[in-house]
């Protein structure tokens, strides 16, 4: 095989968002609770602060830590309310101009937009808007939403956003700024999440609690499914329903994989979910083993509530360093080939002679795991066992998850056996559909009517996909999800 970028066999979610209101310090704050966020997204970092009269905005390629740690960065960004987004880039390259929040100046004043998820209808509207005479700025879903807010005829700003809300489809979190509101907003189906936190008296709205945490902020409670949040000077305004009525439906991998372990996401703790996700899956799928190793970092909690329930020692077998970045460069054709051996490096005195279960939250290409199983193996493993902590992800994505196209997705074009042959291991198992949904307290999958959007193992999809469609008539212009 040749070399291997890990994070290219990794999922990813596109976008974290941030937005504060009224506080003296909004673009440090802002800075900060992107920070907390940056897992969410590390291609790129914006915010755009308001100070009474004018908006300003620093966008930039690279992490939050590479630009707005120093003080001059957030003197250029004066104000008492803020918004910020980090984001990855999926379907085209990361340039500026896609870098949000996006920001238009509209005949009823500025506004500044950060969007976590992605518009199953954005590439729809988008080429009608073009048709009409729209120029667009971005290859960013998220321009739809500026672009629709100005087109509208109401008279208020919160009114012309929420015109454009309900004309577009998908999963979204929405923090949008405008002369004197912070505005949130989560789809009808509350696929992507967002929380209302509260500090010195000030709200804030962010993509999850360890956001609140690192500011030492009080979590308020969850957007609403459906639901639009208006916060000003009278403050936090509820404007839900504006959409019919639904059943929550969030993305289940924001437990599996996505949120921080210490964020709650829904009243419930990720830390937990992932080990009770790990107890469930030893209970189905047991394996008669020395040692519980988990693939770092994603794999651990999942891994404890395995060794836990099957009273097996869990140990470090894998050791991550932390400390390689995307750009490193690597001096010889010998050490690209290495490739996994830059960031997991095997701990042999856990691992030799032992027989070994490896625990990973998920497999996409497979390309990792082979890696992993060759890695385990050649530090003296006797045997290798893997286990996933979720079900076998056989369908892409449409809602924020940079997933490759089905035709890439292991599970997609193999079974359950061939899979464990291609990567190399003893056995192979995954947990399963009803086993995920036992894990967060239910009695199983209910297919009338799902308590989780989890299309990615199912092939439920929740809402319409327009943009497909046109894309399979060959109709469609270039847009990145966000």
Do not use: W
Not at 161 to 183: F, M, P, R, S, W
Not at 324 to 333: C, E, H, K, N
């Amino acid at each position: 095989m040749n070399d291997l970028d890990l994070e290219a066999d990794d999922l990813r979610e596109k976008c974290g968002v941030f937005g504060i209101f009224g506080h003296p310090q909004a673009a440090a704050l802002t800075a900060l609770g992107l920070h907390a966020l940056q897992h969410r997204g590390q291609e790129a970092a914006g915010i755009v602060a308001f100070d009474g009269e004018r908006f300003h905005s620093e966008r930039r390629l690279g992490l939050v830590g590479d630009h707005f740690s120093s003080a001059a960065t957030i003197e250029r960004l004066p104000g008492t309310s803020a918004v910020g987004h980090v984001r990855y880039a999926t379907t085209g390259a990361t340039i500026l101009r896609n870098v949000q929040p996006l920001f238009a100046e509209l005949a009823v004043g500025g506004l500044a937009v950060a969007h976590n998820g992605n518009l199953t209808n954005g590439l729809t509207l988008r080429r009608e808007l073009i048709a009409e005479g729209a120029i667009c700025q971005s290859t960013s879903d998220t321009e739809v939403v500026l672009l629709l807010t100005a087109r509208s005829r109401r008279r208020q700003i919160v009114e012309r956003y929420i015109d454009a809300l309900q004309q577009i489809e998908g999963a979204y979190a929405l923090v949008a700024l405008t002369n004197n509101k912070l505005i949130g907003a989560r789809d009808p189906l509350g696929i992507r999440p967002l929380v209302l936190g509260e500090l010195d008296g000030c709200p804030i709205l962010a993509s999850e609690t360890c956001a609140l945490d690192i500011l030492g902020a009080k979590f308020v409670r969850d957007i609403e499914n459906g639901e639009v949040v208006v916060i000003d000077e009278s403050g936090v305004t509820s404007l839900k329903p504006f959409f019919p009525q639904k059943r929550a439906r969030p993305c289940i991998f924001e437990y599996i994989y996505f949120a921080r372990p210490d964020s709650v996401v829904h009243g419930r703790s990720v830390y937990d979910a992932r080990k009770a996700m790990g107890a469930e899956l030893a209970r189905e799928a047991p394996a008669l083993a020395d040692v519980v190793v988990p693939v770092p970092d994603s794999g651990v909690p999942a891994a404890l509530g395995y060794a836990h329930a099957l009273g097996l020692p869990f140990e470090l077998g894998i050791i991550r360093n932390h400390y390689v970045g995307r750009t490193f460069i690597q001096p010889t054709q010998a050490i690209r080939e290495s490739g996994v051996r830059l960031k997991h490096n095997a701990n042999r005195a856990v691992v030799e002679g032992k027989r070994i279960v490896l625990l990973d939250d998920s497999i996409v290409r497979g390309t990792t795991s082979v890696k992993i199983v060759q890695m385990m193996r050649e530090a003296g493993a006797r045997e290798v066992h893997f286990r996933i902590s979720s079900p076998p992800i056989a369908h892409p994505d449409f809602y924020g998850i940079d997933t490759p196209e089905r035709d890439k997705l292991l599970a997609a074009r193999m079974s359950l056996e061939e899979m464990r042959a291609f990567i190399g291991a003893d056995s192979l198992a995954f947990l399963s559909v009803d086993g995920i949904y036992r894990a967060m307290g239910y009695a199983g999958r209910d297919p009338k009517a799902p308590q989780f959007t989890d299309h990615c193992f199912t092939g439920d999809y929740p809402t319409p996909l327009a943009d497909l469609e046109l894309e399979r008539r060959g109709l469609g212009l270039l847009a990145e999800a966000s």
